[in-house]
């Protein structure tokens, strides 16, 4: 499946809701899959002026309401954002809204600065999540969960009404660690990994998840893989992202064979991350996706 991301991490300027919306209704009638926001609530670098963020989910569910097909994805959520048990109504309600199309995806969190700028927990951030996804996982698939952890504590709850789906919209979990990985296996539908550039760029990660649903005794066909990929355009930004070491670049045939050869590793979704995020360049992956589908 392919996947288009709405996620303005390095984009410096301001993108307001109705261009977000905009994106997501051109991508859906453009053929793409997946639309995935981003969750931040700031960047704040040493000698940068800081720069918001609109709030992921109050956007997600706006586009859960203006789009008809595209499924909707977080990628990935920040856990200590959120009380675990809160967010499973979240995502069930925005599940409802959309008819069955969002992706719940979370993480442990990484941006320092904006924890402490919210007053938000920065310590034992896997910790966290690993208690999260005891609550979170329960109360999206079977409507009820009785927890008490260190973190968090869910006692005698019941996410009710159910939403569309009888197993509530998947839990995927992003994370490059072994932990996390090993968190992804015990209790995701899905793992999101990245940043890659061509197929072979990503070669190295299947090992890992094999490892670890051998450890936690998972049968491994049974946990979708996905991939955040970097698409770069050196004639339209000149200076190589520093967040990927060989970001994918191409003419559009050989973006399209690039996503032919995620497929064939068995890759789930393929999320872009555009440089620069333009219209020129969303463009040109519209015409790489045409490309894939015709084969």
Known sequence: MLVFTADDRYDRSVRHYDSIRAIALGAEADGFDSVWL??????????????GVWENWTVLSALAEATR??????????????????????ATAADEVSHGRVILGIGAGWNEPEYKAFGLPFDHRVDRLEEAL??????LRE???DFEGKYYSARDCDNLPRGPRP??????????????????????????????????????????????????????????????????????????????????????????????????????????????????????????LKVYRRG
């Open 69 to 90: 097909r595209v499924e909707i994805g977080t990628l990935v959520l920040c856990n200590s954002m959120r009380n675990p048990a809160v967010l499973a109504k979240m």
């Open 143 to 145: 409507g009820h969960v």
């Open 167 to 288: 197993k509530g919209p998947p839990l995927m979990v992003g994370g490059e660690g072994p932990r996390l990985i090993r968190l992804a296996a015990r209790y995701a539908d899905a793992w999101n990994t990245g940043y890659f550039g061509k197929p072979e760029t990503m070669s190295d990660r299947f090992g890992k998840i094999d490892e670890a649903c051998h450890d936690v005794g998972r049968d491994r066909g049974t946990i979708g893989v996905t991939a955040f990929i970097c698409l770069w355009f050196p004639d339209l930004v000149a200076k190589k992202p520093t967040f990927v070491e060989h970001p994918l670049t191409g003419t559009a045939e050989e973006i399209a064979e690039a996503m032919r050869g995620y497929g064939r590793l068995g890759v789930q979704h393929i999320m872009f991350q555009l440089e620069p995020y333009t219209q020129e360049s969303r463009q040109r992956l519209t015409d790489a």
């Open 38 to 51: 981003a969750d931040h609530l700031l960047y704040r670098n040493p000698g940068e002026p800081t720069r």
């Open 134 to 139: 005891q609550i979170i996982g329960p109360l």
